[in-house]
């Protein structure tokens, strides 16, 4: 995992340290309309134990119209979360996203 929410509680390096992570979405058809649930905004006092990023992490996908989610899990093989200078999950998204549906103009 990527992700460049740099002011979030689980970023260490540009990684994740929570356990689990989980991607909200269901009916998006395009990666701002995702968001990373797991995200906690960093605050004054409040650090992580851990020090390092997970070398694995579950990820819960709820975008259901993700090629990557299969049953509920990300199979992607990388995932990158975005959302610089995000207070709420909802500022943050997932770039990885890819609809399963092709949108022509």
Do not use: W
């Not at 960093?42 to 259901?64: F, H, N, W, Y």
């Not at 090629?67 to 995000?86: D, F, L, M, P, W």
């Amino acid at each position: 995992i990527k992700c460049t929410v740099t002011n979030c509680y689980y970023n260490k390096s540009l990684g994740c340290t929570a356990s689990t992570l989980s991607v909200n979405g269901r009916n998006a058809d395009e990666s701002r309309s995702t968001s990373c649930h797991t995200f906690i905004e960093q605050k004054p006092g409040l650090r992580s134990s851990v020090d390092e990023p997970k070398s694995s992490t579950d990820i819960m996908c709820a975008a259901d119209r993700c090629v990557y989610n299969e049953s509920e899990r990300c199979e992607a093989n990388n995932i990158i979360v975005n959302g610089k200078n995000a207070s709420v999950p909802e500022e943050t998204c997932c770039s990885t996203f890819k609809s399963q549906y092709v949108l022509y103009d």
